[in-house]
Each structure stands twice: as structure tokens, then as C-alpha cells.
């Protein structure tokens, strides 16, 4: 199955083209109404462990290291299945990841946009 994935501040203004709309910071983002912020998920399990997490610091120059080592976490038979709920959830519509960092090209949704594609390829 190929489904669309894309990622997008969790910041940015919902469009009609974001299909599903996924959470996938461990950490509420900061300022964001619960009340008033449009998601359909929130998969903070998903999102890399607080020690990976804290290590990377949004550092750039630990980038690899971190791309590395959150794959290996997504490799995990949990996040697998929840990658799977995310799948069917989706039913075929675009899944958009959402993400609080202000770095646009150093973030976990960026690993996992890729990470999700190769699985919704997979199965």
C-alpha cells in the first residue's frame, strides 16, 4: 500500500489536504491549546524516548547520530503496530505528521515520515 505522508508544524494553520492529522511529539507542544488544537491522533509513543530526545537537544551536528538511532527505535515490534493503527486510521487519505520543533530539516517527524512510508509500503 503507498500512502501519502508529509510533516508539518504542529503550528501551521490545518488544511483540507492534511487528511489525517497526527501528534507525534512525546511532549504537548508548547502553547497549543488542547481545547482548540485540530488532530485526529496523538501517538507519543511513537515519538523517539526522552533519552534519545534529550541527548539530540535539536543539536544539528548530532543529526546522523540521532536519524540512526530513532530508526532503530522505529524498528520495535510497538511501533510497528502503531504505525499499523495510523495506517488503517487513515484509510487511504493522506497522513500528516505534526510536530512542535522549530527546525524544519532536524526533527523526528522527518525520520518518521520516511520510516512510515517504507512501512505502509511493506504491508
Known amino acids: 500500500m503507498t500512502i501519502p505522508v508529509q510533516i508539518k508544524r504542529a503550528y501551521e494553520s490545518p488544511a483540507e489536504s492534511d487528511g489525517l492529522r497526527v501528534l507525534v511529539d512525546r511532549l504537548w507542544p508548547r502553547g497549543l491549546s488542547k481545547a482548540s488544537f485540530q488532530h485526529d491522533l496523538w501517538c507519543k509513543d511513537l515519538a523517539p524516548s526522552t533519552d534519545l530526545r534529550t541527548w539530540f537537544g535539536h543539536k544539528p551536528e548530532r543529526w546522523e547520530q540521532f536519524r540512526r538511532d530513532y530508526t532503530a527505535e522505529l524498528q520495535a515490534d510497538a511501533a510497528g503496530r502503531l504505525m499499523d493503527d495510523i495506517l488503517?486510521?487513515?484509510?487511504?487519505?493522506?497522513?500528516?505528521?505534526?510536530?512542535?520543533?522549530?527546525?524544519?530539516?532536524?526533527?523526528?517527524?522527518?525520520?518518521?515520515?520516511?520510516?512510515?512510508?517504507?512501512?505502509?509500503?511493506?504491508?
Do not use: K, P
Not at 484509510?91 to 520516511?114: S, W
Open 88 to 123: 488503517s486510521a487513515a484509510q487511504g487519505r493522506t497522513v500528516t505528521l505534526l510536530y512542535g520543533a522549530r527546525d524544519t530539516e532536524h526533527n523526528q517527524a522527518v525520520v518518521l515520515a520516511r520510516v512510515l512510508a517504507d512501512h505502509a509500503r511493506r504491508h
